[in-house]
């Protein structure tokens, strides 16, 4: 298991450039270095040959609309006690992971190597594309789709992003509802996508970015400098 590393929260207006000291580096393994590390056993190698281009943005509290506590790493980890909450009886066979976690205060978890495939899209498509879980990074967000998201969380996914993005061809950004309509719902119509979009314009490492802008997520927008 990897040490647990360090990490600064910022505290932010909501019309602040984001910014994280001294930002956020993925190194050779995929493994950001300045995440809190719990790994996950719900991942696989990707297909080689395919380049990870898109990345998946969601939400999730445990129990639903409860945020706080170790439920979320647990339910990635396998380790949930399914007689801690009613909830949790229907997530017994569940075995699912993403690559990241943003804490309502900004902290950052990552469960598996963006070099190998989390299990966190599901069936879904993008342009065509089945699998998303074979080229895409995972990001979930603490939260639901009934409340808005912090600023301090808008600030790490922006850092996250331009991160993830030095280490791959990352082209598009997408919601979960977005690539499995009718199915899914997150990250949900309290995320802030022209928010997002305005802050990634403000960092220079987040060129050649596609952000969804469209509800149905047919329309996007590339993040202009």
Same mark, same amino acid.
């Given at each position: 298991?990897?040490?647990?590393?360090?990490?600064?929260?910022?505290?932010?207006?909501?019309?602040?450039?984001?910014?994280?000291?001294?930002?956020?580096?993925?190194?050779?393994?995929?493994?950001?270095?300045?995440?809190?590390? +719990?790994?996950?056993?719900?991942?696989?190698?990707?297909?080689?040959?395919?380049?990870?281009?898109?990345?998946?943005?969601?939400?999730?509290?445990?129990?639903p609309g409860e945020f706080g506590g170790s439920y979320i790493e647990a339910l990635f980890c396998n380790q949930l006690d399914h007689a801690a909450h009613?909830?949790?009886?229907?997530?017994?066979?569940?075995?699912?992971?993403?690559?990241?976690?943003? +804490?309502?205060?900004?902290?950052?978890?990552?469960?598996?190597?963006?070099?190998?495939?989390?299990?966190?899209?599901?069936?879904?498509?993008?342009?065509?594309?089945? +699998?998303?879980?074979?080229f895409s990074i995972g990001i979930e967000l603490e939260g639901t789709d009934f409340v808005p998201f912090a600023d301090a969380q808008y600030a790490v996914l922006v850092q996250l992003t331009a991160a993830l993005q030095r280490r791959y061809p990352i082209v598009d950004v997408m919601g979960h509802?977005?690539?499995?309509?009718?199915?899914?719902?997150?990250?949900?119509?309290?995320?802030?996508?022209?928010?997002?979009?305005?802050?990634?314009?403000?960092?220079?490492?987040?060129?050649?970015?596609?952000?969804?802008?469209?509800?149905?997520?047919?329309?996007?927008?590339?993040?202009?400098?």
């Open positions: 298991m990897r040490n647990i590393c360090g990490w600064r929260r910022i505290n932010m207006g909501a019309s602040a450039v984001p910014s994280l000291a001294p930002g956020l580096e993925l190194d050779a393994a995929g493994w950001c270095l300045q995440a809190q590390h +719990r790994p996950s056993p719900n991942f696989d190698a990707r297909t080689a040959g395919i380049p990870v281009d898109l990345l998946v943005i969601h939400n999730i509290s445990l129990p009613p909830f949790f009886e229907q997530l017994r066979d569940l075995r699912v992971s993403a690559h990241f976690l943003i +804490r309502r205060d900004g902290q950052l978890v990552q469960f598996v190597s963006a070099n190998a495939r989390a299990w966190h899209a599901g069936i879904s498509v993008f342009h065509g594309r089945e +699998r998303c879980n074979d509802e977005h690539i499995a309509p009718g199915r899914k719902t997150d990250p949900g119509p309290f995320f802030d996508w022209a928010r997002y979009r305005q802050n990634l314009a403000a960092h220079s490492d987040t060129a050649q970015l596609r952000v969804v802008s469209g509800i149905d997520g047919s329309q996007a927008q590339n993040i202009e400098k």
